[in-house]
């Protein structure tokens, strides 16, 4: 840009509006704030003018949707093809259970399912764990070994039906799980589809729920993109998340920043192991949070997409359409709902969702609005799934591409998310990369610092949270129904893992757990030596113990 | 007036990763003057009560998300009585459903703060209801 820089004809026409019509408007009529603010607390314009988006190309910056840099959508006809998937997260008490809601929701019209376990499972522990008291079945749904998951996916057959796993330090044995019942079922391994969600560095970064140190948990995580590119083709193994990124804090522009970053350490650490950048990266999928503030969500996911595909080509010399493009799951943010009042998240959720449909979400789920509560209740689940059904059957908002494209303020906020992102990148980068970076701590206190001053904010009454810090009710309406889980599922699901050690071969099981041991110590890849460990039925609790061994636990640093 | 700063232990018990809100409560205890200890994750309900007896705390505060509140927070009082630790204030904080409230309070949980509390309404309860000792 030149020095001395002549007024624009816009600028011009803007100055003389703020002249002639702005002032004497706010002579008579101050505004309600002096300042306006994002739920990310970023300072929002009054305006938004065409000299807001002169720095824009069109050709380079935004251009049309299914080509470079896709910030309007990687498929040409957006939703007009194919409706963005459905898929909503589900899983609580025994696998008898949720296997009994993931076939109502297939009926009610999903179209793919996505499992939460318990945190037991989450964990690596088996069930029957002193550690597992009081947790089984809570959070997800309880998975032991090879016999629950038999049961989880009793007659949904798993060449039709994609399915999505929300799992991460374990996750390499809950493939190898899920693959043995798809083999079992006689599905065929280069047939199947899914995402595991399988992003620890998120873990270290913000969710918490890791079982081995940083880098042979990143190993694990290779050894899976390695596998799946050889033998379960059209499979995603991983699932970079933002998601839980945001609900321990973030704001919207560290969300994208730490996710993107997250999947280039990804993609560097697969080149590094001598994968082909276009043969794995096109099975990366990512996943954001969908929050309360329309336009800066909207903005995130476009700036996503352009960010991705631009530094694919940057860093990695890419130029292979799939790779470049950004796929993603959505869900409307959980941190968002309130325990008070709770039937105004019905009207949250959807007002998140649209933010993911506008901004090209590939699939959504929505939230139940009893999720502050407890887990969902079938109605409340099943209002959620119709909220999506509105959204993309009555609204009319999928009849176009990126409808919101051209935007003075969208496309400015889009611009501002992503050199944001470009900040912390330098940032990253300039600590060796993310996972230097998270030894460091330092996305965990850029978040903590985030999440103080939102609290803050709520406190001091500038973020208003309808039902908690304004329109309070003291006496308010009847409460909702929520589900329980009773200790009655640890009993039974202890029960089946007694059947399950009684019946297997003892001697098999632990032959294949020292030639998992083996792998690991030698660096070899993990996969096949888990995959015959589960044949055998050996515990997740086990294999997770075996891998202990070699690699160790993770203790995280005080900061 | 207590010549002490009022100590608390905040505890993160199970196997929930969540501690956006212990992590938050801590510093908003701190920023009020109070003195925190943070005990990290996954603490069993012994390394708590061993952690409280050991840094001579007024109040434990215990973060809970994941409906494992029923089985960790009456052992976690248990504990502390077991240790002579009769004063010591046991908060929860989470998600709990209402009909669990009634049963925490009588297995002696001094108060339970449900999502949307503001850290200073837990300030003030710390303030009034720790003993003062010097």
């Given amino acids: 840009m030149s020095e001395i820089k002549e007024s624009s004809p816009a600028e011009i026409e803007r100055e003389r509006w703020e002249e002639e019509t702005l002032k004497p408007a706010l002579n008579k009529h101050p505004e309600r704030k002096k300042s306006f603010q994002s739920v990310s607390l970023d300072e929002v314009e009054r305006l938004y003018t065409p000299s807001d988006t002169a720095d824009l190309d069109f050709a380079r910056d935004i251009s049309f949707p299914g080509e470079f840099p896709y910030t309007r959508g990687i498929h040409p006809t957006g939703y007009r093809g194919k409706l963005w998937t459905m898929r909503q997260f589900a899983g609580f008490s025994t696998p008898e259970e949720t296997n009994a809601r993931f076939k109502y929701l297939l009926e009610q019209g999903q179209t793919g399912l996505s499992v939460a376990y318990d945190l037991p499972t989450l964990m690596g522990y088996d069930a029957d764990s002193p550690l597992s008291e009081g947790e089984v079945g809570k959070c997800g749904v309880a998975v032991s070994s090879l016999a629950d998951m038999e049961v989880l996916f009793d007659g949904i057959p798993l060449e039709q039906v994609t399915v999505s796993q929300t799992i991460n330090a374990p996750a390499s044995v809950l493939l190898a799980m899920y693959l043995v019942v798809a083999e079992k079922q006689g599905a065929r391994w280069d047939k199947i589809s899914g995402t595991l969600q399988n992003d620890i560095l998120k873990e270290y970064i913000a969710q918490k729920e890791w079982i081995y140190p940083i880098k042979p948990a990143m190993k694990l995580v290779i050894d899976t993109f390695a596998f799946c590119t050889e033998h379960v083709p059209r499979y995603n193994p991983v699932s970079v998340s933002g998601y839980h990124i945001r609900e321990a804090g973030a704001t919207a522009a560290q969300e994208l920043a730490f996710t993107l970053r997250d999947g280039i350490e990804y993609v560097a650490w697969g080149v590094e192991a001598g994968l082909d950048v276009d043969r794995f990266v096109p099975r990366m999928s990512f996943f954001f949070n969908a929050h309360n503030d329309f336009f800066e969500e909207i903005a995130k996911y476009r700036a996503a997409r352009r960010i991705w595909a631009r530094e694919m080509k940057r860093r990695f010399g890419s130029s292979y359409e799939r790779t470049l493009q950004l796929r993603f799951h959505t869900q409307t943010a959980g941190v968002s709902l309130t325990v008070q009042q709770p039937l105004n998240n019905i009207v949250r959720v959807a007002i998140q969702a649209l933010a993911g449909v506008l901004g090209g979400t590939n699939s959504l789920h929505t939230d139940a609005y009893d999720e502050a509560l407890a887990l969902p209740t079938d109605r409340a689940a099943l209002i959620a799934l119709r909220t999506q059904q509105i959204i993309a059957e009555e609204t009319g908002v999928a009849n176009t591409v990126d409808p919101l494209g051209g935007s003075y303020f969208l496309e400015s906020l889009t611009e501002k998310m992503e050199q944001e992102a470009l900040e912390y990148f330098r940032k990253i980068d300039a600590m060796g990369g993310m996972v230097s970076a998270i030894e460091k701590g330092f996305p965990q206190r850029e978040i903590q610092d985030s999440a103080y001053q939102y609290q803050k904010a709520v406190e001091r009454r500038e973020q208003v949270i309808v039902g908690v810090n304004k329109y309070t009710m003291t006496d308010e309406p009847s409460e909702v129904p929520i589900l329980v889980i009773d200790e009655s599922v640890r009993t039974h699901q202890v029960e089946r893992l007694e059947q399950t050690r009684t019946r297997r071969d003892s001697g098999a099981v632990a032959n294949a757990l020292d030639k998992l041991r083996v792998a690991a110590r030698k660096n070899e890849n993990t996969m096949p030596a888990t995959i015959d460990a589960v044949r055998a039925y050996a515990t997740l609790g086990e294999i997770c113990s075996a891998l202990r061994d070699v690699y160790g636990v993770y203790e995280e640093p005080a900061f | ?134």
């Fill in chain 2, 1 to 134: 007036m207590s010549s002490r700063k009022i100590r608390v232990l905040v505890a993160k018990p199970g196997l929930d990763g969540h501690d956006r809100g212990a992590k938050v409560i801590a510093r908003a205890l701190r920023d009020a003057g109070m003195e925190v200890i943070y005990t990290g994750l996954r603490q069993t309900p012994e390394m708590i009560a061993a952690a409280a007896l050991q840094e001579d705390v007024d109040a434990v505060g215990v973060s809970i998300l994941s409906g494992a509140h029923n089985t960790l927070c009456p052992r976690i009082v248990q504990l502390l009585r077991e240790k002579g630790m009769d004063n010591v204030l046991v908060l929860v904080g989470g998600i709990v459903p209402q009909e669990d409230l009634p049963k925490l309070k009588q297995q002696g949980v001094a108060e339970i703060f449900l999502p949307g509390t503001s850290t200073e309404d837990i300030v003030k309860f710390l303030q009034a209801n720790v003993k003062p000792r010097d």
